[in-house]
């Protein structure tokens, strides 16, 4: 059973302060990995993905992904109260198209 | 490029009634989703579909449940006898597989919230 977990939260971080957002996963072939955001009664919208082992920086936000502990990170600088969601981790193999998607967590930025 | 789009957005209906929902993906996009969310949980995959084939169906959705993609364009999605249980929000995604052997994003549209009394 593939499975990917999240902790469900909340975590609540100060406004303008670094929110880690942590993901793992169980299978070791895994090869593509993803963070959306989904606010409240909407659905989920693409943060950004990541393939290879390390950093990759997009704006505020920060994947990092270490496959050798089976670990992705979503880190987000300055964080504002807009930034307040549940973002959901996903992953799957390349040659599978399907995305095993793990619970959420809740992240409450306050002012 | 308008994004996925669906329809309708909101839906109520009685317990044993059938519903159906539309899909309409990017443009250029050969790949589509079908996914149903409850609160507190991520997307739960319900069937995809590359151009016009229906290539998986997951084990757990009732025989209730059927997808169609006629022309490989737009999706619809019909569930037949509807349950208290089927309320949730359903979920679309397309993406596409043309650049590249990876996984492909998926992009997600607005989703519709079925309500079953």
């Known amino acids: 059973q593939k499975e990917v977990e999240q902790n469900s939260g909340p975590l609540s971080v100060p406004e303008g302060a670094i929110a880690s957002l942590n993901c793992t996963y169980s299978?070791?072939?895994?090869?593509?990995f993803f963070w959306y955001r989904q606010y409240s009664g909407k659905s989920p919208e693409l943060i950004m993905f990541?393939?290879s082992n390390g950093d990759k920086e997009d704006g505020r936000f920060t994947a990092q992904l270490n496959k050798a502990s089976q670990y992705v990170s979503l880190l987000i600088r300055d964080s504002q109260p807009s930034d307040s969601a549940t973002y959901l981790c996903a992953v799957n193999e390349d040659s599978n198209y399907q995305l095993i998607w793990g619970a959420g967590t809740k992240l409450i930025i306050k002012p | 490029d308008t994004g996925v789009s669906q329809n309708p957005r909101h839906k109520i209906t009685k317990r044993g009634q059938n519903v159906t929902f539309r899909c309409d993906p990017i443009s250029e996009h050969n790949r589509l989703y079908w996914y149903r969310q409850t609160l507190g949980q991520g997307p739960e995959f319900l069937t995809y579909?590359?151009?016009?084939?229906?290539?998986?169906k997951s084990r757990l959705l009732s025989d209730r449940f059927s997808a169609e993609r006629p022309k490989g364009s737009f999706s619809t999605l019909e569930i037949q006898r509807t349950e208290q249980g089927d309320s949730a929000m359903y979920l679309c995604a397309s993406s596409s597989n043309y650049r590249t052997s990876r996984a492909d994003t998926q992009y997600f549209g607005p989703g519709t919230r079925l309500t079953v009394l």
């Open positions: 299978d070791r072939g895994s090869q593509s």
């Open positions: 579909f590359q151009n016009e084939a229906q290539l998986e």
């Open positions: 990541i393939y």
